[in-house]
């Protein structure tokens, strides 16, 4: 079935380093991938989608990739602050279909200071 | 513009009464949506409302249901509550436009416990 899945429950890295955040897919007909963060006690925070005509995207800060071969995306954080520290969630969705978000389990990163 | 609001934050229950979770969307936004997060199960997704009407459903049993308003806001019931049920229910709320590509935006959730 449809299913989204993160390699690394937890990863601990060093304030200043770059952190990198993988997750598998398994829905070819997914055309839509978004990362989330999520702070203790909030909801999921947007931080960067991606469409499947693309492979790669960036923001501030953070880039997200996409390989479509081997239906893969990761999600990268340069000079991981403090402030990073949270749970990321990936995403997909089928865009011009009904609202059905696939998310995955979830990667905590911890920013060592 | 103002974001995602749910009510109440936390909530406190016994096993078989029921409960009732509210969500405002951001002004605009007709696409509602909810999700249970427990810490076994990640995000699940429980439905989709747009338009007053429900167009997607999760694997949730019957006991879990809701419905939206005219003014888009949504409501989610939870009978016969169970321990398991204790979990955080978030509202997402999405603009459907063509050049959309339907990004949600998540509320803060409601804390349900179930004794």
């Known amino acids: 079935g449809e299913s989204v899945g993160l390699h690394l429950p937890t990863l601990s890295v060093q304030e200043g380093d770059n952190s990198i955040i993988n997750c598998a897919y398994s829905n070819s007909a997914s055309d839509y991938f978004i990362w989330y963060k999520q702070e203790s006690g909030k909801g999921p925070q947007f931080i960067i989608d991606i469409r499947s005509n693309m492979d790669k995207r960036q923001g501030q800060r953070v880039t997200v990739l996409l390989n479509k071969t081997v239906k893969h995306l990761s999600l990268q954080i340069a000079a991981t602050q403090p402030g990073d520290s949270a749970v990321y969630f990936c995403a997909e969705n089928i865009s011009g279909g009904y609202q059905k978000v696939t998310f995955g389990t979830g990667t905590k990163l911890q920013v060592i200071p | 513009k103002a974001g995602v609001t749910q009510t109440p934050r936390y909530l406190i229950k016994t096993r078989g009464q029921q409960v009732t979770l509210s969500c405002s969307p951001i002004s605009g936004h007709r696409s509602v949506s909810w999700y249970q997060q427990t810490p076994g199960q990640g995000l699940q997704f429980l439905f989709e409302?747009?338009?007053?009407?429900?167009?997607n459903k999760g694997n949730f049993p019957g006991r879990f249901s809701g419905r939206q308003f005219s003014n888009s806001r949504s409501e989610m019931n939870v009978s016969t509550l169970e321990l398991g049920d204790s979990a955080l229910y978030l509202c997402?709320?999405?603009?459907?436009?063509?050049?959309?590509?339907?990004?949600?935006?998540f509320g803060p959730g409601t804390r349900l416990l179930v004794l």
């Open positions: 409302y747009f338009s007053e009407t429900q167009r």
């Open positions: 997402a709320s999405s603009l459907e436009r063509e050049a959309e590509r339907k990004t949600q935006y």
